[in-house]
């Protein structure tokens, strides 16, 4: 027993990690933190939050502050989506980064997840999946966003539209 611990142990150490190899693209990034954090958190229904939708303002504030850049929970609710909220995640790499949390009325949960990256940084949209969720990401003006749940393509790609909609309606407000 001792011997498979210490095996195991020297395996994993010898493992490179995401962060640690420079040639990992930051869509992959991307797509392991958001694909891992909707498993974790989604499934939580008492605690997939940190900071409840009531208090949008002070998480809006919160995760701007954290990130460094503006951060606004989108607004899905054209699409059957209520925000429950948001917290503070972290990246593999120890940055922060903002998870906005969704549901509709049938008790499916939507992931949102705005990640600070390179200012430099752009990436077209690309899907992702793992086991029942699936989702899309891309990168813009170096902000890494995700979206992941239990739906269909196309209620995805309705739901990057709102996104990519909001994210230039906010930038042209605050620029």
């Not at 990690?17 to 869509?27: I, V």
């Not at 303002?57 to 606004?72: E, F, T």
């Not at 390179?118 to 979206?147: E, R, T, V």
Request: charged fraction near 20%; hydrophobic fraction near 40%; include cysteine.
């Amino acid at each position: 027993m001792v011997g498979l611990g210490v095996g195991g142990a020297a395996g994993w150490s010898l493992t490179p990690s995401a962060s640690s190899d420079p040639a990992r693209k930051p869509t992959a990034l991307l797509q392991e933190v958001a694909l891992a954090t909707y498993a974790v958190y989604s499934p939580d229904r008492k605690h997939p939050i940190e900071v409840p939708a009531e208090e949008r303002d002070q998480l809006k504030q919160w995760l701007s502050s954290r990130l460094h850049r503006p951060v606004v929970p989108p607004d899905l609710a054209r699409l059957g989506y209520q925000l429950l909220g948001g917290r503070l995640i972290a990246t593999d790499e120890g940055s922060p980064a903002a998870l906005f949390m969704y549901e509709d009325r049938g008790g499916r949960r939507l992931s949102v997840m705005a990640v600070p990256m390179a200012p430099d940084l752009h990436a077209a949209q690309f899907d992702m999946s793992q086991n029942a969720a699936n989702g899309c990401g891309w990168i813009d003006k170096g902000l890494g966003y995700a979206i992941v749940g239990t739906l269909p393509d196309s209620d995805l790609e309705r739901a990057a539209d709102q996104i990519k909609a909001d994210t230039k309606t906010h930038s042209a407000q605050s620029g």
